[in-house]
């Protein structure tokens, strides 16, 4: 791993003391009896910890601190290495809370040191990171223009010491912030000065870096016309700058082959002998027995299945175990009465009925998770809101979207059904537009705003080189890298994504889906030889090729499926085809316990009922002889068939070698799209 390098923030708010209503000073840090590490009658403790410089958690927060503070104000000289702060900035003291209860030990780390005392402290590094930001680049350093949730709460506030008001200050102060409302949004202040010290990495940078700055298309007064004369002006012809990350777990998402899959996202999994659909419940990263030099993705999933039944967690030890939703079709229904029927739901079927072979004979958790993918694939959620601007242009803006069966963030890709059927768009803002007059979030309207790429190839020739790609996502760029790599020595070209369009609106019909990297999915979904012949012929294709979209499996007459239902919450897309009380973690923006795995690495599913058929097909995909459909015992010992429910339907929901490589085909003599 490369070294890291150090940060220096010379500039910090942070306070050792502060002053209480009680108009006493108090430590700026947990209290004597929360630093009472004793344990109580019952021999439980709960007690905070101060973590010394060099401790594994402190130097993980400053890890995961300089890592965000150099995507937001480093420039070319920076990337491609790793940086850590050289210390939290002064006075801020890292402390951690243990709970201990019959053994059973969780800890979790606060930051305290905010001015505003020991109650207003922060949780992770996600949280303090923009505070941080504003201490590295805010030439005045005034807090009004800090965004952090303690600056800048949603209710603001204005603070100021109590030995220090004056009887005419607050309506000044207020009489400001409303002038401040109706100017011109004041030019930003990151990346003028920053106070933040950067060392040099060799001799010939002995002066630093040089904090890269958007281009200067147009005169500052721009941003201060009327929205009916700025949109004359045309369409920009400039990309969007990537805005920060704005929480941990987005972070992670953006970073290239770390996590294939997210909490929340509907995902098949293999059962051991066969595939089945579940939800992400949680991840984590654990060392590569096989390559000790990096980490392999660890998931707890939970199967789906009908309402009456839910089979236990299942640990998935690696990614080989998951496909993507939209990798593969769904079959059609085991039951003969579902399979024939129309216009049924998860909702709607009688799983009753189902059990005790109303529909005929077939596997009723296979169906009820047929059926509730289906569910999860037609809704929609957003999440993290952002602003809320209702009142003076009726929007809102959240920070992600649950579409269909995937997690998506702001500042990564999407795959479009509009253009050439490959283009892209870098998700800048993800918009909730209410009815004029109307407060109601049933009858909105869900706009994505962002820049539309183009995939570009380029025959190699001496002073030809693609466009600068330093604005777009991480993942995009390294999986270009990676293709190009092999593309170059085999047939010469490379490859790039080209602005199309830049700050486009579509609606959530426009979208297919999350857009994946060749250089990750394809060697799971092609298998590792085939990808390796691919890479040395330099044929490495667009892994959107091999994907379905949103919507395709609720197709009618070839139509896909339009906007679908809106729902609260991602546990209410899923209902009750998961248990009551399942929690899908927030991973590293939730609370620690969230994060612990079962230490049951395998687990079985109970037997089937009487009236459920346990249909086992072997990984190779061949059917037991004779194939005359499922078979189980019938009265006096004997045999019989299963009525209606034939070989390919199962093969289909279960094949793995053939799912590879025949779901296209299928999917396009069902009638669906790319």
């Given at each position: 791993?490369?070294?890291?390098?150090?940060?220096?923030?010379?500039?910090?708010?942070?306070?050792?003391?502060?002053?209480?209503?009680?108009?006493?000073?108090?430590?700026?840090?947990?209290?004597?009896?929360?630093?009472?590490?004793?344990?109580?009658?019952?021999?439980?403790s709960d007690y905070f910890?101060?973590?010394?410089?060099?401790?594994?958690?402190?130097?993980?927060?400053?890890?995961?601190?300089?890592?965000?503070?150099?995507?937001?104000?480093?420039?070319?000289?920076?990337?491609?290495?790793?940086?850590?702060?050289?210390?939290?900035?002064?006075?801020?003291?890292?402390?951690?809370?243990?709970?201990?209860?019959?053994?059973?030990?969780?800890?979790?780390?606060?930051?305290?040191?905010?001015?505003?005392?020991?109650?207003?402290?922060?949780?992770?590094?996600?949280?303090?990171?923009?505070?941080?930001?504003?201490?590295?680049?805010?030439?005045?350093?005034?807090?009004?223009?800090?965004?952090?949730?303690?600056?800048?709460?949603?209710?603001?506030?204005?603070?100021?010491?109590?030995?220090?008001?004056?009887?005419?200050?607050?309506?000044?102060?207020?009489?400001?912030?409303?002038?401040?409302?109706?100017?011109?949004?004041?030019?930003?202040?990151?990346?003028?000065?920053?106070?933040?010290?950067?060392?040099?990495?060799?001799?010939?940078?002995?002066?630093?870096?040089?904090?890269?700055?958007?281009?200067?298309?147009?005169?500052?007064?721009?941003?201060?016309?009327?929205?009916?004369?700025?949109?004359?002006?045309?369409?920009?012809?400039?990309?969007?700058?990537?805005?920060?990350?704005?929480?941990?777990?987005?972070?992670?998402?953006?970073?290239w082959a770390k996590y294939?899959?997210?909490?929340?996202?509907?995902?098949?999994?293999?059962?051991?002998?066969?595939?089945?659909?579940?939800?992400?419940?949680?991840?984590?990263?654990?060392?590569?027995?096989?390559?000790?030099?990096?980490?392999?993705?660890?998931?707890?999933?939970?199967?789906?299945?009908?309402?009456?039944?839910?089979?236990?967690?299942?640990?998935?030890?690696?990614?080989?175990?998951?496909?993507?939703?939209?990798?593969?079709?769904?079959?059609?229904?085991?039951?003969?009465?579902?399979?024939?029927?129309?216009?049924?739901?998860?909702?709607?079927?009688?799983?009753?009925?189902?059990?005790?072979?109303?529909?005929?004979?077939?596997?009723?958790?296979?169906?009820?998770?047929?059926?509730?993918?289906?569910?999860?694939?037609?809704?929609?959620?957003?999440?993290?809101?952002?602003?809320?601007?209702?009142?003076?242009?009726?929007?809102r803006t959240y920070n992600?979207?649950?579409?269909?069966?995937?997690?998506?963030?702001?500042?990564?890709?999407?795959?479009?059904?509009?253009?050439?059927?490959?283009?892209?768009?870098?998700?800048?803002?993800?918009?909730?537009?209410?009815?004029?007059?109307?407060?109601?979030?049933?009858?909105?309207?869900?706009?994505?705003?962002?820049?539309?790429?183009?995939?570009?190839?380029?025959?190699?020739?001496?002073?030809?080189?693609?466009?600068?790609?330093?604005?777009?996502?991480?993942?995009?760029?390294?999986?270009?890298?990676?293709?190009?790599?092999?593309?170059?020595?085999?047939?010469?070209?490379?490859?790039?994504?080209?602005?199309?369009?830049?700050?486009?609106?579509?609606?959530?019909?426009?979208?297919?889906?999350?857009?994946?990297?060749?250089?990750?999915?394809?060697?799971?979904?092609?298998?590792?030889?085939?990808?390796?012949?691919?890479?040395?012929?330099?044929?490495?294709?667009?892994?959107?090729?091999?994907?379905?979209?949103?919507?395709?499996?609720?197709?009618?007459?070839?139509?896909?499926?339009?906007?679908?239902?809106?729902?609260?919450?991602?546990?209410?897309?899923?209902?009750?085809?998961?248990?009551?009380?399942?929690?899908?973690?927030?991973?590293?923006?939730?609370?620690?316990?969230?994060?612990?795995?079962?230490?049951?690495?395998?687990?079985?599913?109970?037997?089937?009922?009487?009236?459920?058929?346990?249909?086992?097909?072997?990984?190779?995909?061949?059917?037991?002889?004779?194939?005359?459909?499922?078979?189980?015992?019938?009265?006096?010992?004997?045999?019989?068939?299963?009525?209606?429910?034939?070989?390919?339907?199962?093969?289909?929901?279960?094949?793995?070698?053939?799912?590879?490589?025949?779901?296209?085909?299928?999917?396009?003599?069902?009638?669906?799209?790319?």
């Amino acid at each position: 791993m490369a070294p890291y390098l150090p940060l220096y923030i010379t500039r910090s708010d942070g306070k050792l003391e502060t002053l209480a209503k009680s108009r006493k000073r108090e430590p700026n840090a947990p209290t004597a009896d929360q630093l009472d590490n004793r344990p109580d009658t019952k021999g439980h403790s709960d007690y905070f910890k101060e973590l010394e410089l060099g401790d594994a958690k402190e130097v993980d927060w400053r890890r995961k601190l300089g890592g965000m503070l150099i995507r937001e104000i480093g420039g070319p000289e920076t990337s491609g290495s790793n940086y850590i702060l050289a210390a939290l900035p002064e006075n801020y003291r890292l402390y951690e809370r243990v709970k201990s209860v019959a053994g059973a030990e969780v800890t979790d780390a606060y930051l305290y040191g905010h001015p505003q005392g020991r109650k207003k402290r922060f949780r992770s590094p996600g949280d303090f990171f923009p505070h941080l930001l504003w201490l590295a680049t805010d030439e005045n350093g005034d807090p009004d223009n800090c965004s952090c949730k303690l600056c800048a709460p949603d209710d603001i506030q204005v603070f100021k010491e109590p030995d220090r008001v004056k009887p005419s200050e607050p309506l000044k102060k207020e009489q400001t912030s409303i002038k401040k409302e109706t100017m011109p949004p004041k030019p930003s202040t990151i990346g003028t000065r920053p106070m933040v010290i950067v060392p040099p990495r060799s001799a010939s940078q002995d002066k630093g870096i040089s904090v890269t700055k958007p281009p200067a298309s147009k005169p500052p007064i721009s941003t201060a016309l009327p929205p009916a004369v700025a949109r004359q002006a045309g369409p920009p012809t400039t990309p969007t700058l990537l805005a920060p990350a704005k929480c941990f777990e987005q972070d992670e998402d953006s970073q290239w082959a770390k996590y294939l899959f997210r909490q929340g996202e509907l995902a098949w999994f293999n059962r051991g002998n066969a595939w089945g659909l579940s939800v992400i419940l949680k991840r984590t990263l654990v060392r590569d027995l096989q390559n000790p030099n990096r980490d392999r993705a660890k998931y707890l999933v939970q199967p789906l299945s009908h309402p009456l039944h839910h089979p236990p967690a299942k640990i998935i030890e690696s990614e080989d175990g998951l496909r993507p939703w939209l990798a593969w079709s769904p079959p059609a229904p085991t039951h003969p009465g579902l399979a024939s029927a129309s216009g049924l739901t998860y909702s709607t079927i009688d799983w009753k009925g189902v059990s005790s072979g109303r529909y005929g004979q077939g596997d009723a958790e296979v169906d009820g998770s047929i059926f509730a993918a289906k569910a999860v694939d037609n809704s929609f959620s957003l999440f993290l809101p952002l602003a809320n601007n209702t009142v003076t242009t009726g929007e809102r803006t959240y920070n992600g979207i649950y579409l269909g069966g995937e997690k998506i963030w702001i500042g990564e890709p999407v795959r479009l059904r509009v253009g050439s059927g490959q283009d892209i768009m870098v998700i800048h803002s993800i918009i909730e537009r209410l009815k004029p007059g109307s407060t109601s979030t049933s009858s909105a309207t869900i706009l994505l705003g962002g820049d539309i790429y183009k995939f570009s190839t380029l025959s190699l020739q001496p002073g030809v080189e693609p466009p600068d790609t330093r604005h777009l996502p991480l993942r995009l760029r390294q999986d270009m890298e990676f293709r190009n790599r092999a593309t170059i020595p085999a047939k010469r070209t490379m490859s790039f994504w080209k602005l199309a369009q830049a700050q486009a609106r579509l609606t959530i019909t426009d979208l297919k889906g999350r857009w994946y990297e060749s250089s990750v999915l394809l060697p799971i979904l092609k298998g590792a030889e085939p990808f390796s012949q691919d890479l040395t012929r330099g044929e490495i294709g667009d892994a959107g090729a091999w994907m379905n979209a949103r919507g395709d499996c609720n197709a009618v007459n070839g139509v896909a499926a339009k906007v679908g239902t809106r729902v609260v919450d991602r546990l209410e897309a899923f209902g009750k085809s998961i248990p009551p009380g399942t929690k899908i973690s927030k991973g590293l923006d939730g609370p620690p316990e969230d994060q612990v795995f079962p230490k049951e690495n395998v687990v079985v599913p109970p037997p089937p009922s009487q009236a459920q058929v346990q249909v086992q097909i072997p990984m190779n995909g061949s059917m037991p002889m004779p194939m005359e459909g499922v078979q189980e015992e019938g009265a006096g010992g004997g045999k019989k068939g299963v009525e209606g429910v034939s070989d390919g339907d199962i093969e289909q929901f279960m094949d793995l070698d053939r799912m590879e490589e025949g779901y296209v085909q299928q999917f396009h003599e069902a009638g669906g799209q790319f």
